[in-house]
């Protein structure tokens, strides 16, 4: 089983910057994939970005550009560093990762954090 735990969600006025951690814990051998998506009031959970293994790269459109998103395969963490924040980046942040079979590359599981609240206000 793995765990994933977030932290550094807080209000931030428009145009501000936040940096978002997550930290991976238990069956830590066959994560794959990482990512953030977050969730808005009203709105449906959309994948904000994502990353491999090997540290291939995907955004959202909306966040392309201001949004980087790392990690560090020793600590077992994965980074979303927000620059140029806007309201409609108000949302739940979750933690995402995937687990991996060994010599097959499938997806046998898929884990979320509990997320953590960031607040784009003036």
């Known amino acids: 089983q793995v765990q994933l735990v977030e932290s550094g969600g807080e209000l931030v006025q428009p145009g501000g910057s936040l940096r978002l951690s997550c930290a991976a814990s238990?069956?830590?051998?066959?994560?794959?994939?990482m990512g953030w998506y977050r969730q808005a009031p009203g709105k449906q959970r959309e994948l904000v970005a994502t990353?491999?293994?090997?540290?291939?790269?995907n955004y959202a459109d909306s966040v392309k550009g201001r949004f980087t998103i790392s990690r560090d395969n020793v600590k077992h963490m994965v980074y979303l560093e927000m620059h140029s924040l806007n309201p409609g980046d108000t949302a739940v942040y979750y933690c995402?990762?995937?687990?991996?079979?060994?010599?097959?590359?499938?997806?046998?599981?898929?884990?979320w954090g509990q997320g953590t609240q960031v607040t784009v206000s003036s």
């Open positions: 990353i491999t293994s090997d540290r291939r790269t």
């Open positions: 995402y990762a995937n687990t991996i079979a060994t010599m097959t590359h499938e997806v046998i599981k898929n884990t």
């Open positions: 238990g069956s830590i051998f066959g994560i794959g994939t």
